[in-house]
Structures are given as structure tokens and as C-alpha cells.
């Protein structure tokens, strides 16, 4: 019997998104043949290679192109321009059904499926026309005069409804699309952001726990941008560290905004009570979870935060980590009602001092929220429990 082959479309780098991987690997544990396409801006790494199993077509783009994808619903020259290599995927994998990550890439691929007429799947990671108004490159200048995220959501609503079928990371992100769009309820598929059994490992690395040994340590992994709320975690440890004196951060990802948050760390004399530790290999996040004592998720609050899951709170629960969260509806709903850990006020250290300190003095609610949460992945929060495995695609397909 012939395998069921699936072409994924990712706009950007890989591997650099855990969602993507996982989902993949789990098809294939079914028995699917699953290629990627993505791009690189390194032409040495141009080509197809298998990782993990998955078949990767990396598409080279020199580097001005990025910038251009910005773009792609002001001007149509960046979706022209990636017409071709699509074209060229589609045609090279023997795609039987066509998985879209995020909107990036939906106008060439609906342009080119009107010949192709395969079943075209949305996954829609986050809120992308919400969160665009937090991009540093939209607040001013010619980003914010030329990208419109108002463009943005109306192309998405566009390509909902055209879609065979649509993913969203949480039944908050269906509701809302739903009411927006209209989009039939039996279309939408809500899948978190699960974490692949891999990420459990039988030994970790001696030399990290070394390092971080004697401290109560709290993890953050992602993106540091302002919406993620580190700041306010910042200007809580002065407060901490009056009833934690060996409280530590360890902050395991970057980006543009880590300039203020060492400034803002040396500014309240915390700075050596932090590790900025940069983006790591995907296969070390495991080891800095496991020596944590808790794993926090600061968020901001805003409709995207409001109806999406961070990677990181799967990973956290499945290593037994307690959680202590920022109020953001679904992460909100999912702690309390799984019994994951505590939930603080949005941008507001005092609350987010409180909770910790209240945390670290109940030790045996922290073991209870770690159990709690290692049991809800194992049982509930994965993939085989999920409704989204090869059957899903089959059911298009046919």
C-alpha cells in the first residue's frame, strides 16, 4: 500500500519551529511521507536532505527577500518570485495534500492549486494580523505606512474559508475565528502545541546542572521580545530575592529587545541572578528544564496571547516542572483547570513576586503541579490522543 504524502509549507528556517517537527513525526510514526518545503538564506544549505525522517526541500533566497516577505500582501512581488520554487516542490514530493504553517505563503499556493487541486490544509500557528501591531518594524517609518495588518486579517479570513480544512492551537483561537469568520464549526481542528516522547531523555547534561547547581532556578524559554513580559519578571527579583536570596533566571532564547533587559538587569543591580543564555540547539532545551524548579510563561496579554499556548508550557509540564503563568485566557484556563501551577497578573511584578514566593514555600504543591502536569501529557495532551493524525489527511484526500 502506497504511503499517504503530505506537503508541508513553512515560510521560514527549519529546524527552527517545534510544531512543525512534531507534527511530522508523528505522521510518520503512522506511516505518512512527509516533505517540507522551507527556504534558506545560505545557499550552501540549498537542496533536499532527510532529518528525522522528514524530507526537507530547502529553497535558497538571497538575503534581500526577507525583508521583501514582509511585504507579501502590499506588493505581489515576493509571492511571484516564490511561485516557481513552489511549483517546483509540489511537483517534486508528489504531494497528495498540501499542509500550510501560517498564511506566509497561502496567496501563491491557492494561485497554484487552482491547476494542482489538492486538499489545502491552514494551520494556523498564531494570530498573525494581531500580532503584526507588536512588531518593532511597524511601529514607525515605512513599516508602518506599507504593512497593514488590517490587509493581513482580511487575506486570512479569505483563505479560511478556502481552505479543506483549518488548525488552530486552542478551542479559544476556534471560537474566535469562527464568530469572525463564519467558517463551519466541523472544519476546524484545534491542536496545541504538543511535544514529541523524544523530548524526555534517559540522562542530561552533567555540565548544565553543574552550573546551575545551588540555586532555585526558574526557566524561560522563546523569544524575549517586549510582549513576552520578561520585564516584569526583571523587576520582580529584587522582591524575590528578599525570601529566595539563591532565586535564579535562566532566560534560553533572544531576540532585537535584549539589549533593555540586560540594562533594565543592571539597572536594579539583579544582573548577576540571570543567565542569558541565547538561543540553544533545539536537543538542550530538555537538559535546562530539567534542572529548573519552575518554568514561567510571563505573556502579555493581547488577542494573540489571549487564544494560542506557548510551546514551552507542554515542555515544562512534561518534564514535571510546575508552572507559574501570566493570565492569558487559554494558558489561564488550561494551568488552573489541569492543575498545572499559578497563575499571575499580566505585566505586573508584584503579583508575579507574590506567586513565585508562593510557590517556592509550598513544596509539596509544586511536586503535586509537576505530576499533575507529566500525567496530563502522557495521557491527554499528545498527539495519539489528538484527532490529527494521517486519517485526517486520508479523509480530504478521499
Same mark, same amino acid.
Given at each position: ?9 513553512? &515560510?521560514? /528556517? ?7 517537527? #512534531? ?8 506511516? $505518512? ?10 545557499? /550552501? ?67 497554484? =492549486? ?10 494556523? &500557528?498564531? #494570530? ?8 518593532? &518594524? ?37 471560537? /474566535? ?45 522563546? !523569544? ?37 533587559? &540586560?540594562?533594565?538587569? =543592571? ?49 515544562? $509540564? ?14 489561564? =484556563?488550561?494551568?488552573?483547570? /489541569? ?11 508584584? !503579583?508575579?513576586? =507574590? ?22 501529557? $502522557? ?20
Amino acid at each position: 500500500m502506497q504511503n499517504t504524502i503530505i506537503g508541508m509549507i513553512f &515560510h521560514g /528556517e527549519y529546524p527552527t519551529h517545534p510544531r512543525i517537527e #512534531n507534527q511530522a513525526l508523528h505522521l510518520i510514526s503512522e506511516s $505518512a511521507e512527509i516533505h517540507l518545503f522551507c527556504v534558506t538564506y545560505q545557499k /550552501e544549505k540549498a537542496g533536499i536532505e532527510e532529518h528525522k525522517g522528514i524530507k526537507v526541500h530547502r529553497t535558497f533566497l538571497p538575503s534581500w527577500m526577507y525583508k521583501l516577505s514582509a511585504l507579501a500582501y502590499t506588493f505581489p512581488l515576493y509571492h511571484r518570485l516564490m511561485r516557481s520554487h513552489l511549483q517546483r516542490f509540489i511537483r517534486n514530493s508528489k504531494a497528495q495534500a498540501l499542509h500550510l504553517h501560517n498564511m506566509n505563503l497561502a496567496q501563491p499556493i491557492f494561485d497554484i =492549486n487552482k491547476s494542482t487541486n489538492l486538499p489545502i490544509i491552514l494551520d494556523l &500557528h498564531e #494570530n498573525i494580523p494581531e500580532i503584526m501591531k507588536f512588531y518593532p &518594524h511597524l511601529q514607525s517609518g515605512f513599516g508602518k505606512a506599507l504593512i497593514k495588518p488590517s490587509v493581513w486579517k482580511k487575506k486570512e479570513e479569505e483563505f479560511i474559508l478556502k481552505s479543506d480544512g483549518i488548525i488552530v492551537v486552542t478551542s479559544d483561537a476556534k471560537n /474566535e475565528l469562527e464568530q469572525r469568520t463564519g467558517v463551519d464549526d466541523n472544519k476546524t481542528l484545534v491542536l496545541p502545541n504538543f511535544t514529541d516522547p523524544s523530548f524526555i531523555k534517559k540522562e542530561y547534561s552533567t555540565k548544565l546542572i553543574q552550573k546551575f547547581k545551588g540555586n532555585f532556578n526558574a526557566i524561560y524559554i522563546g !523569544d524575549t521580545g517586549k510582549r513576552r513580559g520578561l520585564e516584569s519578571v526583571i523587576k520582580a527579583i529584587p522582591a524575590i530575592l528578599k525570601k529566595i536570596p539563591n532565586f535564579h533566571l535562566i532566560v534560553v532564547g533572544a531576540s532585537n529587545n535584549d539589549k533593555a533587559l &540586560h540594562e533594565l538587569a =543592571n539597572q536594579l543591580k539583579v544582573d548577576r541572578h540571570i543567565s542569558f543564555e541565547g538561543w540553544q540547539p533545539e536537543s538542550l532545551l530538555s537538559d535546562y528544564i530539567y534542572l529548573s524548579d519552575i518554568g514561567i510563561c510571563p505573556l502579555l496579554r493581547n488577542t494573540h496571547h489571549d487564544t494560542t499556548y506557548a510551546n514551552k508550557l507542554f515542555q515544562y $509540564a512534561m518534564l514535571g516542572k510546575p508552572i507559574l503563568a501570566s493570565d492569558c485566557t487559554a494558558q489561564k =484556563n488550561l494551568i488552573e483547570s /489541569e492543575k498545572w501551577g499559578l497563575i499571575h497578573e499580566s505585566d505586573n511584578s508584584i !503579583d508575579f513576586a =507574590n506567586q513565585f514566593i508562593q510557590l517556592y514555600n509550598d513544596n509539596s504543591s509544586r511536586i503535586e503541579f509537576g505530576k499533575n502536569g507529566a500525567k496530563a501529557i $502522557a495521557n491527554k495532551y499528545n498527539y495519539p490522543s489528538s484527532e490529527f493524525g494521517i486519517a485526517y489527511y486520508q479523509k480530504l484526500i478521499n
